[in-house]
């Protein structure tokens, strides 16, 4: 069945780097990749997404770059700060489907 | 205030013992969804529903059953709950589903003892 894996879990930067954060997907007609943010004790939230039409999209200090021959898809976070300290889950998502398949999560840390 | 609201926040209770965790939402959604998440598997999607009366298996259903009898509720229903049930659930919901932000409850954290 369809797929996405993410890589890595566990990702530690310092204060002021970047960081990324990929996934790939398996079905080839998934055409929509949002990506959630979850801090502590909350629900995810939607960040940033992109259509498979586009291949990159920029909202501030994050980016999100998409591959479709790879079927990869990565999020780029420069500049980070201790609140992008959470957990990050990508998606891929099939128009005319109602399913969503979600990545294993992103245990983000950033040391001030 | 736009949200997705679920009760329980937090419950405890005994292999077999029925329960039922509520899902609300005041975005007049017609898209609702139950999620599952644990340690090392993220996020897996239980159940879904497109409208009332209307739902559909996600890729977990097996144990959970869901009714959508008005637009904006969609509990989720443990019959015998079993100690595999033990997770942290979450409720969503979105305008019409597919290719579109989905808004997220706030969980609720079940132990099946």
């Known amino acids: 069945g369809e797929n996405v894996e993410q890589h890595p879990s566990t990702l530690s930067v310092q204060e002021g780097d970047s960081a990324v954060i990929k996934c790939t997907y398996s079905?080839?007609?998934?055409?929509?990749f949002p990506w959630y943010k979850q801090e502590l004790g909350k629900g995810p939230q939607l960040i940033i997404d992109?259509?498979?039409?586009?291949g990159e999209k920029k909202d501030q200090r994050i980016a999100v770059t998409l591959n479709k021959t790879a079927k990869h898809f990565s999020l780029h976070i420069t500049e980070t700060q201790p609140e992008d300290s959470a957990v990050y889950f990508c998606?891929?998502?099939?128009?005319?489907?109602?399913?969503?398949?979600f990545g294993t999560g992103t245990r983000l840390k950033v040391l001030a | 205030e736009a949200q997705v609201t679920q009760n329980p926040r937090y419950l405890i209770t005994v292999t077999g013992k029925k329960l039922t965790v509520t899902c609300s939402q005041n975005?007049?959604?017609?898209?609702m969804s139950w999620y599952r998440q644990d340690p090392g598997l993220g996020l897996r999607q239980i159940y879904y529903?497109?409208?009332?009366?209307?739902?559909d298996k996600g890729d977990v259903p097996e144990g959970y059953k869901v009714s959508r009898k008005e637009k904006r509720n969609f509990p989720l229903i443990l019959e015998s709950p079993s100690p595999n049930q033990t997770s942290l659930y979450f409720c969503a919901s979105s305008h019409s589903g597919g290719l579109e932000t989905q808004y997220f409850g706030p969980g609720t954290r079940l132990l099946v003892l």
């Open positions: 975005m007049n959604h017609e898209y």
């Open positions: 529903s497109m409208n009332v009366e209307v739902t």
């Open positions: 998606a891929g998502i099939t128009s005319g489907t109602y399913k969503y398949i």
């Open positions: 079905d080839s007609a998934s055409n929509y």
């Open positions: 992109i259509r498979s039409n586009v």
